[in-house]
């Protein structure tokens, strides 16, 4: 069986490369986070326009580009290295895929050329106060009368939640759990009764929000109640983007400590000859090529439907675990300076430190990992 990307994916992810040299460097990502709006609107066009990175796995007849979760994880692990601020994860990985998983087609003609267009930004509102990222979690209930519904009740820490044009919901029916009756609903931004509150968050390239819902109408996708497995698999594929997210930027640490060890100075020595750092980036780069390896193998577990659910908590456990290592190496690595507001490795820390709670953190990825082979 052979993993490696193809010619073509390779061309690919070096023209992605170049593109987010010029369009996100360090000094582009500290501009941004002292902004409202927290990204570039004129890039986020560009992305769509020139490289059609926002409709990059949507089916073509749904206007996107119709390529695979390959390309996409070649795209976050890329956008991980740059530290790319936009709202990529919320819009293609979590919202498109909730609507690719659970809507029907109209509900798909009607979503997702506008996210795929880059003319709306979208999230997913699953999380809610008591921190449980799965469907047992969700306790906001839905209200129906005939063929209108309605939502009550908040959802925490939504990514890019005040960014958003559209939120895709999870709620549920009076009375179920689990899986059961689970919905997944489509509200506009701005739907009256619709409030998201942003949230100072840890890391500043990536924004948070809490969402409140008071009697808000909501529009179903697929069948009400059977959301259960759809959310399930959404959920799953956001560990893969994360984790291949979470790759490149342990690359982008390991890579920034080498270069810092071999210019740093000092005794007459660059500090990359000193045992130690040697032994700090030989440690980092097992690390980081373990993560490559598992999150490779969740792309295409993703890619061809085969034990997702193993393959995207492993990924996403041993990634965060690289990652948070990579990160912390930089810093130490890059000795005072790297605390500074002013250098990049804490920019770096602050997303591992992220990407590590979001979606569970290896914790509860491991006691997933148990769950699903019979512990």
């Given at each position: 069986?052979?993993?490696?990307?193809?010619?073509?994916?390779?061309?690919?992810?070096?023209?992605?490369?170049?593109f987010?040299?010029?369009?996100?460097?360090?000094?582009?990502?500290?501009?941004?986070i002292?902004?409202d709006?927290?990204f570039?609107?004129?890039?986020?066009?560009?992305?769509?326009?020139?490289?059609?990175?926002?409709?990059i796995?949507?089916?073509?007849?749904?206007?996107?580009?119709?390529?695979?979760?390959?390309?996409?994880?070649i795209?976050?692990?890329?956008?991980?290295r740059?530290?790319?601020?936009?709202?990529?994860?919320?819009s293609?990985?979590?919202?498109?895929?909730?609507?690719?998983?659970?809507?029907?087609?109209?509900d798909r003609?009607?979503?997702?050329?506008?996210?795929a267009?880059?003319?709306c930004?979208?999230?997913?509102a699953v999380?809610?106060?008591?921190?449980?990222?799965d469907?047992?979690?969700?306790?906001?209930?839905f209200?129906?009368?005939?063929?209108?519904?309605t939502?009550?009740?908040?959802?925490?820490?939504?990514?890019?939640g005040?960014?958003?044009?559209?939120?895709?919901?999870?709620?549920?029916?009076?009375?179920?759990?689990?899986?059961e009756?689970?919905t997944?609903?489509?509200?506009r931004?701005?739907?009256?009764?619709?409030?998201?509150?942003?949230?100072?968050?840890?890391?500043?390239?990536?924004?948070?929000?809490?969402l409140?819902?008071?009697?808000?109408?909501?529009?179903?996708?697929?069948?009400?109640?059977?959301?259960?497995?759809?959310?399930?698999?959404?959920?799953?594929?956001?560990?893969?983007?994360?984790?291949?997210?979470?790759?490149?930027?342990?690359?982008?640490?390991?890579?920034?400590?080498?270069?810092?060890?071999?210019?740093?100075?000092?005794?007459?020595?660059?500090?990359?000859?000193?045992?130690?750092?040697?032994?700090?980036?030989?440690?980092v780069?097992?690390?980081?090529?373990?993560?490559?390896?598992?999150?490779?193998?969740?792309?295409?577990?993703?890619?061809?439907?085969?034990?997702?659910?193993?393959?995207?908590?492993?990924?996403?456990?041993?990634?965060?675990?690289?990652f948070r290592?990579?990160?912390?190496?930089?810093?130490?690595?890059h000795?005072?300076?790297?605390?500074?507001?002013?250098?990049?490795p804490?920019?770096?820390?602050?997303?591992?430190?992220?990407?590590?709670?979001?979606?569970?953190?290896?914790h509860?990825?491991?006691?997933?990992?148990?769950t699903?082979?019979?512990?």
């Amino acid at each position: 069986m052979n993993f490696a990307f193809s010619e073509e994916q390779e061309e690919f992810r070096a023209h992605l490369r170049r593109f987010l040299e010029a369009e996100s460097p360090t000094a582009e990502v500290f501009r941004l986070i002292e902004t409202d709006r927290g990204f570039d609107p004129s890039v986020w066009k560009a992305m769509a326009a020139s490289l059609g990175l926002q409709g990059i796995h949507i089916p073509e007849r749904f206007g996107g580009q119709g390529f695979g979760f390959l390309e996409l994880c070649i795209a976050f692990e890329e956008m991980g290295r740059a530290l790319l601020c936009a709202p990529y994860f919320s819009s293609v990985c979590l919202a498109a895929n909730a609507i690719l998983n659970a809507g029907s087609d109209d509900d798909r003609q009607r979503w997702l050329p506008g996210i795929a267009s880059g003319e709306c930004v979208a999230t997913l509102a699953v999380l809610e106060p008591n921190g449980s990222w799965d469907g047992a979690g969700v306790h906001m209930t839905f209200s129906r009368d005939g063929d209108t519904f309605t939502l009550d009740g908040r959802k925490a820490l939504a990514t890019d939640g005040a960014q958003a044009d559209l939120v895709i919901v999870a709620a549920r029916e009076a009375g179920t759990h689990d899986d059961e009756g689970l919905t997944l609903f489509a509200v506009r931004s701005d739907t009256p009764g619709f409030r998201a509150t942003p949230v100072d968050a840890l890391d500043p390239t990536r924004r948070l929000a809490h969402l409140d819902f008071e009697s808000v109408p909501a529009a179903p996708l697929g069948t009400v109640g059977d959301a259960g497995p759809a959310l399930r698999r959404t959920l799953d594929q956001a560990c893969v983007c994360l984790a291949a997210e979470s790759v490149g930027g342990a690359q982008r640490c390991l890579d920034s400590a080498v270069a810092y060890a071999r210019e740093r100075v000092q005794f007459g020595r660059a500090i990359g000859s000193f045992q130690a750092i040697k032994h700090k980036c030989a440690e980092v780069l097992l690390e980081v090529e373990s993560a490559k390896a598992t999150a490779y193998f969740a792309a295409w577990s993703a890619e061809n439907d085969s034990e997702l659910t193993l393959a995207a908590a492993l990924a996403k456990s041993i990634c965060d675990d690289a990652f948070r290592l990579a990160a912390a190496e930089n810093i130490q690595i890059h000795g005072g300076i790297g605390f500074t507001w002013e250098a990049d490795p804490q920019l770096y820390f602050k997303r591992a430190k992220a990407n590590e709670t979001l979606l569970g953190d290896p914790h509860y990825q491991r006691a997933r990992i148990a769950t699903a082979k019979g512990f």
